[in-house]
């Protein structure tokens, strides 16, 4: 076989808890910012449902990782976090 490529790449392990109600209101903000056609007073109907049945996380990581296999197999070196 041979030829393969040399994989690098980032992964993080991570919880994420469900966004209490104040924080909500604050995540569809920033979302409608980046995407308009969600905007509250602009969505359709049939979105604005949509968001009021979905539930919000917050990605919160714990560790992270750079893993390139161009050092060896599986190698990886741990990212620090905040």
């Known amino acids: 076989m041979g030829g393969g490529r040399l994989l690098r790449q980032r992964r993080v392990h991570a919880v994420f808890p469900i966004l209490a109600p104040s924080d909500r209101v604050a995540a569809i903000a920033r979302y409608a910012k980046k995407f308009p056609v969600v905007r ?6 049939l979105i604005r449902a949509a968001l ?11 560790r992270g990782y750079f893993i390139d296999n161009s ?12």
């Open 40 to 45: 509250p007073d602009r969505a359709p109907a």
């Open 52 to 62: 009021e049945r979905i539930a919000w996380y917050e990605l919160a990581p714990d």
């Open 71 to 82: 050092k060896g197999f599986g190698h990886r070196d741990e990212i620090p976090l905040p």
